[in-house]
């Protein structure tokens, strides 16, 4: 096996990118129309969050060779799994409808023509990633999709930004309790930190350790874990860091073009991709919006996939994309009724922003029941052996759980 630093790139990698989808990219536009380069120290705040939380994930898949909702009903009573599968599935299907949307807007703004037919057209092809693709070809397909956030960093460096200001701002931020200012960082949580993403990770941890012969749980084979956990450590932390970095490039850009013009409130990804084009010119305008065509190909079989991994788990079905569609009919049912589910959703002309608020607000619900079981799932011996995770990551974590209870809190009484 190639011991090079790309080749232990994969479940973190695409997890991370995932992140970046068409709703997260409108709250992060919102956030740098708004309030300029005073919301960058969130991402430097959630960074080391997100690299806690879920690389506690991916060890849990790779220690016991079991996904998150396989471990949640070995070890915690039915009605707490099957509440948060069910939340899980509703917020996914909401959110695939608000990407998908999203998708078919930039692609028309693009292209000419009827979003609803592009829109359409993402979530069949969606589908045909997932179940006619094997799952080592279909993880080249989403490592290419994730040179699609490319597309922000290369749009901000075609501007002439402050980095003295951008630098102070993010270093040295002016907080206000102000409750625009207290909505926006809550959403950027709620964007960043997502139960689809733990469930999702965890999962192709144990997808990988099917793919490989060789590999065992490593609570069963310890002379594995060394080089495994050092992988899962280079890959959460180079996932994450992608994923925050294309996410401050995206608030960069909208400070910069759209805040600077006055432009305050971006309703969707699409309006941000449109507003850029008299005031950056339509070179940034294509490659915004081509980004987030590219982002929600990625996004979307990871919600769907996440969603089927979860309930597949907690039903005892077979769950595998390297199973054929024969292999594991119940599995790529769910991924196929989640992403038309959501496809339909959105070709019933609902509008993006309440999807991706009602489905912001069921991540924040699930969000911490969620971290908390993941977190004490970590700390069992009789799920981890004796590779329970070290007193520093499980500090890590708890912050994180903390923190995001905190920022629900703050949603709920926002939305009061």
């Known amino acids: 096996m190639d011991k090079g630093w790309l080749s232990k790139l994969g479940p973190g990698l695409i997890t991370g990118a995932a ?4 709703s997260g990219i409108a709250t992060y536009s919102q956030a740098g129309a708004q309030f300029g380069y005073g919301m960058l120290w969130t991402l430097l705040l959630t960074y080391p969050l997100m690299v806690g939380i879920q690389a506690v ?19 915690f009573p039915r009605w707490l799994l099957y509440t948060i599968v069910a939340l899980l599935l509703v917020a996914n299907v909401i959110n695939i409808a608000a990407d998908i949307a999203a998708m078919g807007q930039a692609a028309s703004l693009v292209a000419g023509g009827r979003a609803h037919w592009y829109a359409a057209a993402a979530g069949v ?3 045909l990633l997932q179940v006619a693709l ?6 080249r397909v989403l490592k290419w999709l994730t040179l699609a956030l490319l597309a922000y960093v290369a749009t901000a460096l075609t501007l002439r930004l402050p980095w003295g200001q951008i630098l102070h701002a993010a270093l040295l931020p002016r907080i206000s309790w102000q409750p625009d200012y207290i909505t926006t ?3 950027i949580f709620g964007t960043t930190i997502s139960p689809y993403l733990f469930f999702w990770q965890a999962s192709q941890e144990v997808e990988e350790l099917r793919a490989d012969p060789a590999a065992q749980p490593l609570k069963h084979a310890r ?3 060394g080089a495994q956990l050092r992988r899962i450590k280079i890959d959460t932390l180079t996932g994450m860091g992608f994923s925050n970095l294309v996410a401050m490039f995206i608030m960069l850009t909208t400070a910069a073009t759209l805040g600077a013009h006055g432009i ?3 309703h969707s990804s699409a309006q941000a991709a449109e507003a850029l084009r008299p005031i950056a010119g339509d070179f940034a305008f294509a490659l915004f919006s081509m980004g ?3 982002t929600g190909l990625l996004a979307v079989p990871v919600l769907a996939g996440s969603a089927a991994y979860a309930i597949a788990g907690a039903m005892r079905w077979r769950n595998s994309l390297e199973l054929q569609l024969t292999g594991a009919k119940k599995f790529y049912a769910i991924i196929i009724g989640a992403t038309l589910a959501g496809t339909a959703l959105c070709l019933t002309g609902v509008d993006p922003m309440r999807a991706l608020f009602w489905s912001a607000v069921l991540n924040g619900v699930i969000a911490v029941p969620v971290m908390v079981v993941v977190m004490l799932l970590a700390m069992r011996r009789s799920v981890m052996g004796t590779l329970v995770i070290s007193p520093r990551l499980r500090l890590l974590g708890w912050l994180c759980t903390a923190l995001m209870g905190l920022a629900v809190v703050a949603m709920f009484a926002t939305l009061g």
């Open 19 to 22: 992140d970046d989808d068409p």
């Open 57 to 75: 994930s991916a060890r849990i898949g790779r220690v016991s060779g079991h996904g998150l909702a396989t471990n949640i009903r070995r070890h």
């Open 125 to 127: 092809l969606s589908v």
């Open 134 to 139: 094997p799952y080592q070809r279909y993880v």
């Open 185 to 187: 960082v809550v959403a």
């Open 223 to 225: 002379q594995q874990a």
């Open 264 to 266: 305050t409130q971006i």
């Open 292 to 294: 987030i065509i590219g």
